[in-house]
């Protein structure tokens, strides 16, 4: 009943939310189509609860990335997507593995201008799935597909990879690799140098004929930092204590891991995420400490960027992320977060610009790639266009609702800003139960707009809670 009567609260209007255990008893007997929203922390019940997601197809929900559902366009240069390796080692348990693989070929060949590589993101959300490349080709706009998989087995393993032409469903070159574990960075780079060969005539190759540097000198280091990205991928409060032990691990086994440092830093930039603000400080240490090591490590410039728009500092933060986005012009997270800051600094049209394409290397983007874009509109007074930013959010987190009541209040429409204004205070009190604090809430929202750079963007931001009758 406790459970019931949470996910009753997750529940759009007009909707329902069932438990994953309900959605296992039911998947096969009826017709009907259930969402998956992942696992949901919720009030009095110690582990996060699996949910599965109805609505009413008439209510025409928003989807989350408009246009991923009917297809992309192609971009204008040869585009791929890697879609996760298959764990083949017969353990659940080293998911990790086979996901942190994929990551890293990912991570590689985004290092390569001359490709259009989709984000990890997007390509998993095709994970356990029996997938039609033509159909993935279709839904990322892409003309290329890799597929795998790993079994690691004691100090071995084997490696399989196929790159496939999505329209034709022909395959371009397979391979499998039977490696000692301590080759594996050895097969990551001949997977990453084949794929981008066989694009003929596609990418110089001075670019294919590129030494990618391991992560680390130890092995037991790298099996901790992929550990340590499993949980920091699931952006879980509970799961930030076992990322950062991982990563912890993984720099006493290796100092000289400018990536193991790098996570750890990423521990802490989730910690202010969850509003801890005096994480800060060991975040911006942490990075900077990343970067000494490495200057050239995407990972270490991408936190310490992110760190230092924690820290009131976005200039330097843009310099760091275009560091970054040097060494890697493909990865949607650097891009991602280049447009992030340049919201903080005061760049909008910059920003605009760099956000859209990170929609398009990512179709299927996380809640805050609309959420500053969307910011990017409110301060250029854009209000309608920033309007359709923030809904375009699937099940918004709270302060969503504040920023579109902000909205509408700028854009003269009172009525509909009282109506988000209260759907602000409904969400806070599904977010924290009893203890929802309406003020506090805003107090810490208005604090997070300090370290945005221009008082003007602060203000209008201010103002447009105050229209809408928030506390501020």
């Given at each position: 009943?406790?459970?019931?009567?949470?996910?009753?609260?997750?529940?759009?209007?007009?909707?329902?939310?069932?438990?994953?255990?309900?959605?296992?008893?039911?998947?096969?007997?009826?017709?009907?189509?259930?969402?998956?929203?992942?696992?949901?922390?919720?009030?009095?019940?110690?582990?996060?609860?699996?949910?599965?997601?109805?609505?009413?197809?008439?209510?025409?929900?928003?989807?989350?990335?408009?246009?991923?559902?009917?297809?992309?366009?192609?971009?204008?240069?040869?585009?791929?997507?890697?879609?996760?390796?298959?764990?083949?080692?017969?353990?659940?348990?080293?998911?990790?593995?086979?996901?942190?693989?994929?990551?890293?070929?990912?991570?590689?060949?985004?290092?390569?201008?001359?490709?259009?590589?989709?984000?990890?993101?997007?390509?998993?959300?095709?994970?356990?799935?029996?997938?039609?490349?033509?159909?993935?080709?279709?839904?990322?706009?892409?003309?290329?597909?890799?597929?795998?998989?790993?079994?690691?087995?004691?100090?071995?393993?084997?490696?399989?990879?196929?790159?496939?032409?999505?329209?034709?469903?022909?395959?371009?070159?397979?391979?499998?690799?039977?490696?000692?574990?301590?080759?594996?960075?050895?097969?990551?780079?001949?997977?990453?140098?084949?794929?981008?060969?066989?694009?003929?005539?596609?990418?110089?190759?001075?670019?294919?004929?590129?030494?990618?540097?391991?992560?680390?000198?130890?092995?037991?280091?790298?099996?901790?930092?992929?550990?340590?990205?499993?949980?920091?991928?699931?952006?879980?409060?509970?799961?930030?204590?076992?990322?950062?032990?991982a990563f912890e691990r993984a720099v006493e086994l290796d100092p000289n891991s400018a990536r193991a440092r790098a996570g750890v830093a990423h521990t802490y930039l989730q910690d202010i995420f969850w509003n801890d603000f005096d994480a800060r400080h060991p975040c911006l240490e942490h990075a900077e400490r990343a970067v000494a090591l490495d200057r050239d490590e995407p990972d270490a410039l991408y936190v310490l960027g992110s760190a230092l728009i924690k820290n009131g500092r976005p200039d330097e933060g843009v310099r760091m992320l275009e560091r970054a986005l040097e060494i890697m012009p493909a990865s949607?997270?650097?891009?991602?977060?280049?447009?992030?800051?340049?919201?903080?600094?005061?760049?909008?049209?910059?920003?605009?610009?760099?956000?859209?394409?990170?929609?398009?290397?990512?179709?299927?983007?996380?809640?805050?790639?609309?959420?500053?874009?969307?910011?990017?509109?409110?301060?250029?007074?854009?209000?309608?266009?920033?309007?359709?930013?923030?809904?375009?959010?699937?099940?918004?987190?709270?302060?969503?609702?504040?920023?579109?009541?902000?909205?509408?209040?700028?854009?003269?429409?009172?009525?509909?800003?009282?109506?988000?204004?209260?759907?602000?205070?409904?969400?806070?009190?599904?977010?924290?139960?009893?203890?929802?604090?309406?003020?506090?809430?805003?107090?810490?929202?208005?604090?997070?707009?300090?370290?945005?750079?221009?008082?003007?963007?602060?203000?209008?931001?201010?103002?447009?809670?105050?229209?809408?009758?928030?506390?501020?």
């Open positions: 009943m406790n459970i019931a009567a949470r996910l009753e609260g997750l529940a759009e209007p007009g909707g329902i939310c069932i438990s994953g255990k309900v959605y296992e008893e039911i998947r096969n007997k009826l017709s009907i189509a259930f969402e998956d929203m992942g696992e949901q922390e919720v009030k009095n019940i110690p582990e996060p609860v699996r949910v599965y997601r109805w609505t009413d197809a008439t209510a025409d929900p928003m989807p989350a990335t408009a246009g991923a559902e009917e297809g992309l366009p192609l971009p204008d240069k040869p585009s791929i997507a890697v879609l996760p390796f298959t764990n083949m080692s017969g353990d659940p348990e080293q998911e990790y593995f086979s996901d942190g693989i994929t990551e890293d070929i990912i991570t590689e060949l985004s290092r390569f201008p001359s490709l259009f590589v989709i984000a990890r993101n997007s390509s998993f959300t095709f994970k356990g799935e029996a997938v039609d490349v033509s159909e993935v080709g279709r839904k990322l706009g892409v003309q290329f597909v890799v597929e795998g998989s790993v079994r690691k087995v004691g100090n071995r393993v084997r490696i399989t990879a196929q790159l496939v032409e999505a329209e034709t469903r022909n395959h371009l070159w397979a391979e499998r690799y039977d490696r000692e574990l301590e080759d594996i960075f050895a097969v990551q780079d001949e997977v990453v140098a084949t794929i981008a060969a066989t694009l003929p005539g596609r990418v110089e190759h001075a670019r294919v004929e590129h030494s990618r540097r391991a992560p680390t000198n130890s092995l037991s280091a790298y099996d901790c930092i992929l550990r340590g990205n499993k949980h920091i991928r699931n952006y879980r409060r509970h799961e930030i204590a076992d990322a950062r032990a949607a997270d650097v891009v991602t977060t280049l447009g992030i800051c340049l919201v903080h600094a005061g760049r909008h049209d910059e920003a605009i610009e760099a956000l859209t394409a990170a929609i398009r290397l990512d179709p299927f983007q996380p809640v805050w790639t609309h959420e500053f874009l969307g910011e990017a509109y409110f301060f250029k007074h854009l209000f309608r266009e920033a309007i359709t930013e923030f809904e375009r959010i699937v099940d918004p987190p709270s302060w969503i609702h504040a920023y579109l009541a902000a909205s509408y209040a700028n854009d003269g429409d009172d009525e509909t800003a009282a109506e988000q204004a209260k759907a602000f205070v409904r969400s806070l009190s599904h977010e924290y139960g009893e203890q929802a604090d309406v003020t506090h809430s805003m107090d810490i929202m208005i604090k997070d707009f300090g370290v945005y750079k221009r008082p003007e963007d602060r203000r209008l931001m201010i103002d447009g809670f105050r229209k809408a009758g928030l506390p501020v």
